[in-house]
Antibody, heavy 116, light 105 residues
Framework: EVQLVETGGGLMQTGGSLRLSCAAS????????MYWVRQAPGKGLEWVSV???????SYADSVKGRFTISRDNSKNTLYLQMNSLRAEDTAVYYC??????????WGQGTLVTVSS | DIQMTQSPSSLSASVGDRVTITCQAS??????LNWYQQKPGKAPKLLIY???NLETGVPSRFSGSGSGTDFAFTISSLQPEDIATYYC????????FGQGTKLEI
């Protein structure tokens, strides 16, 4: 059974850093496209970043230069390093996977709150 | 950037009703469109990929159509468990979600 479990969320101060993890089971992270999607409280879904199976990465303009997506193949885990956090980064962060371009498996999400 | 405009933003319907949600892309995205369902406090769930393909295990009352810039998502006979927010998503150029449609009974 495919499972994604996000950890690492919490309360952070503006300007701080945080690293989210997404541990995968039931499939191999490096063979799939992996994504981060966030949802601010009461708002819609916003795509944040992608790490393609081939290693190429892309980011939403709102996080470019501040966030970095990566994976550890030995741990079958996806990461999101978040630097220079802003209040508008407050959201539930989901990781998701795809072997095409539909996000067919999702984690339960982890809440990041950024406050001054 | 490709913008996705979903309508309506909210919709009230009755059990058994046929419900249609539309999604318009700011540029031609061919058939590169997915639909997701999200229930309160839960992660989104993929329902339809590549405009009209039903994800495994999804009931056949859900369907999708369209191409280019105009797309539709239909529930043929609304069930109580379909109460959720629905999102379209393009993947022609990176990824963009529509703003969501909250479906209520």
């Amino acid at each position: 059974e495919v499972q994604l479990v996000e950890t690492g969320g919490g309360l952070m101060q503006t300007g701080g850093s945080l690293r989210l993890s997404c541990a995968a089971s039931g499939f191999t992270v490096s063979y799939n496209h992996m994504y981060w999607v966030r949802q601010a409280p009461g708002k819609g879904l916003e795509w944040v970043s992608v790490l393609y199976s081939g290693g190429v990465t892309s980011y939403a303009d709102s996080v470019k230069g501040r966030f970095t997506i990566s994976r550890d193949n030995s741990k079958n885990t996806l990461y999101l390093q978040m630097n220079s956090l802003r209040a508008e980064d407050t959201a539930v962060y989901y990781c998701a996977s795809s072997n095409g371009f539909a996000f067919d498996h999702w984690g339960q999400g982890t809440l990041v709150t950024v406050s001054s | 950037d490709i913008q996705m405009t979903q309508s309506p933003s909210s919709l009230s319907a009755s059990v058994g009703d046929r419900v249609t949600i539309t999604c318009q892309a700011s540029h031609d995205i061919s058939n590169y469109l997915n639909w997701y369902q999200q229930k309160p406090g839960k992660a989104p769930k993929l329902l339809i990929y590549a405009t009209s393909n039903l994800e495994t295990g999804v009931p056949s009352r859900f369907s999708g159509s369209g191409s280019g810039t105009d797309f539709a998502f239909t529930i043929s006979s609304l069930q109580p468990e379909d109460i959720a927010t629905y999102y379209c998503q393009q993947y022609d150029s990176l990824y963009t979600f529509g703003q969501g449609t909250k479906l209520e009974i």
